[in-house]
């Protein structure tokens, strides 16, 4: 069975930078096949796509968060990370990781993590 | 504001079937059959019911099914059960740059 567990701090201060971790069991990071993604949920339940990292390092990130989002992936541990720089409180939102694919540009994700949220405060 | 639009809630009586509609655009459901469904229950993350329209994931009750017509997706659910009641999202590709599309979520209630 394949798991999915999000690390990180859950509250983060404006202006530093937002990071997290997803650990993966039950299916290989470097196996290859999958988009390994990052979704947020704000607190009014509406979901955003962060975006995607592939396990040769290829990146998708969403346009309006691109100037300040990078993600890494390490294969060796089978977990891949976000950073999301010069957060602010727009950015408080439960954060979820999730396995997607088939295709980077055909994507469903099974399954998700159980989220982690952050909030942006001072 | 989500891309794609739910109606915020939905109601049914156990064992009566109800839908829900997601409708997008010709940038998203009207041109591509990769519409998917999710369930969430309150404090979980969301869980795979439906993928590429009409493809129920293996463990996912018959009781569910998906279909398409022009720009708006649906997902039916027979035999309403008190365990459905939850969040339901759909999402889709979308050529318009943001490449996953998701809809606002609709409550239902049985």
């Known amino acids: 069975q394949v798991r999915l567990l999000e690390s990180g701090p859950g509250l983060v201060k404006p202006s530093e930078t937002l990071s997290l971790t997803c650990t993966v069991s039950?299916?290989?990071?470097?196996?290859?096949?999958?988009?390994w993604s990052w979704i947020r949920q704000y607190p009014g339940k509406g979901l955003d796509y962060v975006g995607y990292i592939y396990y040769s390092g290829s990146t998708y990130y969403t346009p309006s968060l691109r100037r300040r989002v990078s993600m890494s992936v390490d294969t060796s541990k089978n977990q891949f990370s976000l950073k999301l720089r010069s957060a602010t409180a727009a950015d408080t939102a439960v954060y979820y990781c999730a396995r997607g694919g088939p295709d980077y540009d055909h994507n469903y994700f099974d399954p998700w993590g159980q989220g982690t949220l952050v909030t942006v405060s001072s | 504001q989500s891309a794609l639009t739910q109606p915020a809630s939905v109601s049914g009586s156990p064992g009566q079937s109800i839908t829900i509609s997601c409708t997008g655009t010709s940038s998203d459901i009207g041109s591509y059959n990769y519409v998917s469904w999710y369930q969430q229950h309150p404090g979980k993350g969301p869980k795979l019911m439906m993928f590429d329209v009409d493809n129920r994931p293996s463990g996912v009750s018959n009781r569910f099914s998906g279909s398409t017509s022009g720009n708006t997706a649906s997902l039916t659910i027979s035999g309403l059960q008190a365990e459905d009641e939850a969040d339901y999202f759909c999402?889709?590709?979308?050529?318009?740059?943001?490449?996953?599309?998701f809809g606002g979520g609709t409550k239902l209630t049985v």
């Open positions: 039950g299916d290989s990071i470097g196996g290859g096949g999958h988009y």
């Open positions: 999402s889709s590709y979308t050529s318009s740059g943001t490449l996953v599309a």
